[in-house]
T-cell receptor, first 111, second 114 residues
Framework: GQQLNQSPQSMFIQEGEDVSMNCTSS?????WLWYKQDPGEGPVLLIA?????ELTSNGRLTAQFGITRKDSFLNISASIPSDVGIYFC???????????FGKGITLSVRP | GAGVSQSPRYKVAKRGQDVALRCDPI?????LFWYQQALGQGPEFLTY????????KSGLPSDRFFAERPEGSVSTLKIQRTQQEDSAVYLC????????????FGPGTRLTVT
């Protein structure tokens, strides 16, 4: 089945640093979404991308939909302690309505 | 406004028991999804409703899993004769439906089968 690849599994950064994480797929997706999940909670939608090449910002977050439609990246600028959590990419092919998720990247921010 | 709510938040079941998990989607959201999230993994699709119609149940792992949404709002995921491998977090998400693909998740129900 389709899979989204996120690596590394964990990232450790210093407060104030920027961090970039990407997500790749062997197949095309028509929509890319980025979610953040805190322990014991459901994923929270951060950014949705609908067009190849699209660059979208939400505060300190910026995400891009790759030109090939097989990848996306998320950038967090000037990280703060509350950015700690698990970041998931998810894709939608449009053929049906389910989302396919990556395994997530756990972000730690050192004060 | 109110988000997606799920109940119970935690459920412990003895192996072989039946369980029912409830999801209240965001008011007005046509589409409702159930996902299963194992520890350390991303959510995996189980089933999808558009209003009361179950349009995709390809992700249900066995015939012990059953979902319904009889009036097109609240949904229940039922697991019969629970097994240890059913232990996971069950997430519900809702969306306005096409053309919006933005899905909003509830807090999940953590099921532990002992």
């Amino acid at each position: 089945g389709q899979q989204l690849n996120q690596s590394p599994q964990s990232m450790f950064i210093q407060e104030g640093e920027d961090v970039s994480m990407n997500c790749t797929s062997s197949s095309i997706f028509n929509t890319w979404l980025w979610y953040k999940q805190d322990p014991g909670e459901g994923p929270v939608l951060l950014i949705a991308l609908y067009k190849a090449g699209e660059l979208t910002s939400n505060g300190r977050l910026t995400a891009q939909f790759g030109i090939t439609r097989k990848d996306s990246f998320l950038n967090i600028s000037a990280s703060i302690p509350s950015d700690v959590g698990i970041y998931f990419c998810a894709g939608h092919t449009g053929a049906n309505s389910k989302l396919t998720f990556g395994k997530g990247i756990t972000l730690s921010v050192r004060p | 406004g109110a988000g997606v709510s799920q109940s119970p938040r935690y459920k412990v079941a003895k192996r072989g028991q039946d369980v029912a998990l409830r999801c209240d989607p965001i008011s007005g959201h046509v589409s409702l999804f159930w996902y299963q999230q194992a520890l350390g993994q991303g959510p995996e699709f189980l089933t999808y409703f558009q209003n009361e119609a179950q349009l995709d149940k390809s992700g249900l792992p066995s015939d012990r899993f059953f979902a319904e949404r009889p009036e097109g709002s609240v949904s229940t995921l039922k697991i019969q004769r629970t097994q240890q491998e059913d232990s996971a977090v069950y997430l519900c998400a809702s969306s306005l439906g096409r053309p919006s693909y933005e899905q909003y998740f509830g807090p999940g129900t953590r099921l532990t089968v002992t």
